[in-house]
Nanobody, 123 residues
Framework: QVRLVESGGGSVQSGGSLRLSCEAS????????MGWFRQAPGKERERVAR???????SYVDSVKGRFTIYRDNAKNTLSLEMNSLTSEDTAMYYC?????????????????WGQGIQVTVSS
């Protein structure tokens, strides 16, 4: 079993920055693909950023150039650095992991999920 716990959320003004962290525990391996997802009220959950087991990354167009996903396998942590935040980034953010090297085709169907953490950006 894998447990994921997010931290680092909160409130920030437009243009500000936040760093989200996800601590993984349990039977998680360096080859697992992982990602950050978000869901705003009334909207579907969307993948924000993904990092595959080979450390290749991908981002949704709306965050490219502003967000950076990275992992520290030695510490079993996944992070999301978020810069130039806007009100459109306000959402609940979730960390997720899947027991596969690549999970780009899974959409939101990853096996393990954190509880989520709120990010609120005020203009």
């Amino acid at each position: 079993q894998v447990r994921l716990v997010e931290s680092g959320g909160g409130s920030v003004q437009s243009g500000g920055s936040l760093r989200l962290s996800c601590e993984a525990s349990g039977s998680i391996y360096a080859y697992y693909c992982m990602g950050w997802f978000r869901q705003a009220p009334g909207k579907e959950r969307e993948r924000v950023a993904r990092i595959d087991g080979d450390n290749s990354t991908s981002y949704v167009d709306s965050v490219k150039g502003r967000f950076t996903i990275y992992r520290d396998n030695a510490k079993n942590t996944l992070s999301l650095e978020m810069n130039s935040l806007t009100s459109e980034d306000t959402a609940m953010y979730y960390c997720a992991a899947h027991p596969a090297v690549f999970c780009g085709g899974l959409g939101t169907n990853l096996r393990y999920w954190g509880q989520g953490i709120q990010v609120t950006v005020s203009s």
